[in-house]
């Protein structure tokens, strides 16, 4: 993988997180790349951080991640955020050079985690009627798709890290909540435990309150 053309960033920013949510998965990437950055938690209940403002004056979506630069702009969506982290971190090599047809297959992961995966366990955590096991079943099937495409690994794109794997390491995580049982697919084991020696990995969850396992 050769490097982007982008520059890193230069400043701080801020990542608005919940624990355990997606937004887990740009707080790896922010203390995989070194970039300088701040955090501050939401509670997704009462859509406000933990200094009682309120974060829809932040983000009128009231959903995590949301970043926000220097200059006050804010960028949403875990997989958009996870692109432009990666992009200005180019020595990370965390996406491959844009225009690359390797670039597309990482673009490719992200939009398949975020669109199937992802949001494929939205029944779950918020229920609207539908029964759990059709919700289960459909997302079993989606990590059974995943597990043949990772095969040996070691990563979903091939051999290069990226930040596709850091969204699909936040989502497996969910699976043991909704008592998913990922022994099934060995490969998807095998990738997890891959992540959880990580120092940013590690690094992230033990800031969030989670014990690597």
């Known amino acids: 993988m050769t490097q982007c053309n982008s520059k890193r960033y230069e400043g701080s920013m801020k990542l608005y997180y919940s624990p355990g949510a997606c937004s887990q998965a740009p707080h790896i990437a922010l203390i995989e790349t070194g970039l300088p950055f701040e955090v501050a938690k939401v509670d997704l209940a009462t ?6 403002e309120d974060y829809f004056a ?3 979506k009231g959903a995590v ?6 200059d ?3 960028l949403t969506e875990a997989a958009v955020v996870l692109q432009y982290i990666a992009d200005h971190a180019p020595e990370a090599r965390l996406i491959p050079p844009v225009g690359t047809l390797a670039r597309y297959r990482v673009l490719e992961w ?26 289960i079943e459909a997302l079993e099937a989606k990590f059974a798709y995943v597990n043949d495409q990772l095969g040996a690994g070691p990563w979903l794109a091939g051999d290069d890290l990226s930040v596709a794997d850091f969204y699909l390491f936040v989502v497996l995580g969910w699976a043991r ?7 099934r697919w060995p490969a998807l084991g095998a990738f997890r435990a891959r992540l959880l020696e990580r120092p940013s990995v590690r690094a992230a969850l033990h800031a969030e309150g989670f014990a690597p396992r």
């Open 110 to 135: 992200l939009n398949y985690l975020a669109s199937e995966l992802h949001k494929g366990f939205a029944p779950l955590f918020h229920p609207t009627g539908e029964p759990r096991a059709h919700a």
């Open 47 to 52: 859509k406000r951080l933990d200094t009682g």
């Open 58 to 60: 932040i983000n009128p």
């Open 177 to 183: 909540i909704f008592h998913i049982d990922l022994a």
């Open 72 to 74: 006050g702009e804010v």
């Open 65 to 70: 991640p949301a970043l926000e630069m220097d």
